[in-house]
């Protein structure tokens, strides 16, 4: 079975170790979200790129769910003794050797998919791990600070303002003249099952439907198309998704998510068990519905919301 998964960070991550555990055959391609990337102290850092390889590969520091285990922080307190910042985004001295090895092999002429997958080859995730695009898209979103409207860069709204200001837009800069990177269109039309794990649908997986043709390849793919909500219980699992999704307009809720993404996208969609009154709403919308547990306690827990994934994509299928 092929099969491909639009993932961000830390839920795609998680959930993509369960799928794993509940199809070890199948070959897997991750496309992974670049709108969260930025340029610190002249280092290109991909946080979910990296959060993926690192969850699968071994390495990553679980209680976070980010950055690696073990880790240690002598740099960034000998950059603040020199006053270099920002302070609010602590890189870590394990994972600055990946960000000097990206940033070194894409100034000497290689694409992000190519350093994307030498950096694979070290942690061996299982999976094929490709960008969504080459070219250099930056989510940011505007906000008000200090009585005025500004834009900023998503990892900023999100790590220093802890998302604590209203967002009124939220715009993937550069994402409508970049190109899918090498491999990503040509695993979309090649694969059996198409999965949205529950990724952030703003600024995860919408900025990766947000790159010119990868939207319409996964709806001209003529293969089953099936979600799992991040919200439960009218909350976001993890994070601050309910913050982006008002800024676009949806509410924070199961059956709104589905709609958001919509039937020419999604064929099917999970919700939890405690949102399964929402059922009739979304398979009112064109979208089949189903209810199951979707709380990733553990890895079993995660693999058998796969599972119920795959199921719900043959039952479309048939």
Same mark, same amino acid.
């Given at each position: 079975?092929?099969? @491909? @998964?639009?993932?961000?960070?830390?839920?795609?991550?998680?959930?993509?170790?369960?799928?794993? /555990?509940?199809?070890?055959?199948? &070959?897997?391609?991750? @496309?992974?979200?670049?709108?969260?990337?930025?340029?610190?102290?002249?280092?290109?850092?991909?946080?979910?790129?990296?959060?993926?390889?690192?969850?699968?590969?071994?390495?990553?520091?679980?209680?976070?769910?980010?950055?690696?285990?073990?880790?240690?922080?002598?740099?960034? &307190? &000998?950059?603040?003794?020199?006053?270099?910042?920002?302070?609010?985004?602590?890189?870590?001295?394990?994972?600055?050797?990946? =960000?000097?090895?990206?940033?070194?092999?894409?100034?000497?002429?290689?694409?992000? *998919?190519?350093?994307?997958?030498?950096?694979?080859?070290?942690?061996?995730?299982?999976?094929?791990?490709?960008?969504?695009?080459?070219?250099?898209?930056?989510?940011?979103?505007?906000?008000?600070?200090?009585?005025?409207?500004?834009?900023?860069?998503?990892?900023?709204?999100?790590?220093?303002?802890?998302?604590?200001?209203?967002?009124? /837009?939220? @715009?993937?800069?550069?994402?409508?003249?970049?190109?899918?990177?090498?491999?990503?269109?040509?695993?979309?039309?090649?694969?059996?099952?198409?999965?949205?794990?529950?990724?952030?649908?703003?600024?995860?997986?919408?900025?990766?439907?947000?790159?010119?043709?990868?939207?319409?390849?996964?709806?001209?793919?003529?293969?089953?198309?099936?979600?799992?909500?991040?919200?439960?219980?009218?909350?976001?699992?993890?994070?601050?998704?309910?913050?982006?999704?008002?800024?676009?307009?949806?509410?924070?809720?199961?059956?709104?998510?589905?709609? =958001?993404?919509? *039937?020419?996208?999604?064929?099917?969609?999970?919700?939890?068990?405690?949102?399964?009154?929402?059922?009739?709403?979304? &398979?009112? /919308?064109?979208?089949?519905?189903?209810?199951?547990?979707?709380?990733?306690?553990?890895?079993?827990?995660?693999?058998?919301? /796969?599972?119920?994934?795959?199921?719900?994509?043959?039952?479309?299928?048939?």
């Amino acid at each position: 079975m092929r099969i @491909v @998964v639009l993932a961000g960070g830390i839920g795609g991550a998680r959930f993509l170790r369960g799928l794993k /555990a509940a199809a070890p055959e199948a &070959e897997i391609t991750v @496309v992974g979200n670049t709108g969260d990337d930025i340029h610190l102290f002249g280092l290109k850092v991909c946080p979910d790129l990296d959060t993926v390889m690192y969850t699968l590969g071994g390495g990553i520091h679980e209680e976070q769910g980010w950055g690696r285990a073990e880790e240690t922080f002598a740099v960034k &307190e &000998e950059l603040a003794a020199y006053g270099v910042g920002p302070e609010w985004f602590g890189l870590g001295d394990r994972d600055f050797a990946t =960000h000097i090895v990206r940033t070194q092999m894409i100034g000497a002429g290689y694409p992000l *998919s190519a350093v994307t997958e030498a950096l694979c080859a070290r942690w061996q995730p299982g999976v094929r791990l490709i960008p969504m695009s080459d070219d250099r898209v930056e989510t940011h979103v505007l906000v008000e600070l200090d009585g005025e409207r500004k834009a900023v860069h998503f990892q900023e709204y999100w790590v220093r303002l802890r998302a604590s200001v209203p967002a009124h /837009a939220v @715009v993937p800069v550069g994402a409508e003249g970049a190109k899918p990177a090498p491999g990503v269109l040509e695993a979309i039309g090649e694969a059996d099952v198409i999965l949205f794990p529950p990724s952030n649908p703003v600024v995860s997986i919408g900025t990766i439907l947000a790159v010119p043709g990868i939207r319409e390849a996964i709806a001209d793919a003529g293969v089953p198309v099936v979600g799992l909500s991040p919200i439960v219980g009218d909350a976001p699992v993890r994070g601050m998704a309910d913050k982006v999704l008002a800024a676009v307009g949806v509410e924070s809720t199961a059956a709104a998510v589905a709609t =958001h993404y919509g *039937s020419g996208l999604l064929d099917g969609w999970l919700v939890d068990t405690v949102d399964a009154a929402a059922a009739p709403e979304v &398979e009112a /919308a064109g979208i089949r519905c189903r209810a199951v547990p979707l709380l990733m306690e553990s890895v079993e827990a995660t693999a058998q919301m /796969a599972r119920e994934a795959l199921a719900l994509a043959e039952e479309v299928r048939a």
